[in-house]
């Protein structure tokens, strides 16, 4: 026999081994995987914003949701991030009515100056609803 023949029952062995390795990797990887919590029922999940044409089913209206902030910098250079902090404010305060959803969002930046220093206005407001 050339010294890298395999004998048959060794190749049996290295495929068992292999299976087996196979296998707690496998069980391994299962175990250590986490489930991420339901949308639905988290708590802590804020109402999203939607479009007048997204909403598919009746609703009733809770209230107006008002947020507004005060941020240093030019209008230009907060504007995403004024978009961004507006949307999850009034969803916060939409959770905290009990809301499904914000709709009709309207969020305005102004420019303004702090002594020397260019300010920006951040105010948004929408209405928290309830699907029915």
């Known amino acids: 026999m050339s010294r890298f023949a395999i004998s048959p029952g060794a190749a049996s062995t290295k495929t068992g081994?292999?299976?087996?390795?196979m296998a707690a990797s496998a069980l391994l990887t299962?175990?250590?995987?986490?489930?991420?919590?339901n949308t639905a029922t988290d708590p802590n999940r804020l109402p999203p914003i939607l479009a007048q044409d997204e909403i598919i089913q009746p609703y009733t209206k809770l209230g107006t949701v008002e947020v507004s902030r005060e941020?240093?910098?030019?209008?230009d250079d907060l504007k995403?991030?004024?978009?961004e902090w507006a949307y999850d404010a009034l969803g916060a305060e939409a959770?905290?009515?009990g809301a499904d959803a914000v709709i009709l969002p309207e969020v305005r930046a102004e420019k303004g100056t702090y002594l020397f220093i260019p300010s920006t206005s951040i105010k948004a407001k929408g209405i928290a609803i309830r699907f029915n």
Not at 17 to 21: F, K, N, S
Not at 31 to 37: F, I
Not at 80 to 83: A, I, K, P, R
């Open 17 to 21: 081994r292999l299976i087996r390795l």
């Open 80 to 83: 995403n991030e004024s978009d």
């Open 95 to 97: 959770a905290k009515m």
């Open 71 to 75: 941020r240093l910098g030019h209008i």
């Open 30 to 37: 299962a175990s250590c995987a986490t489930l991420s919590p």
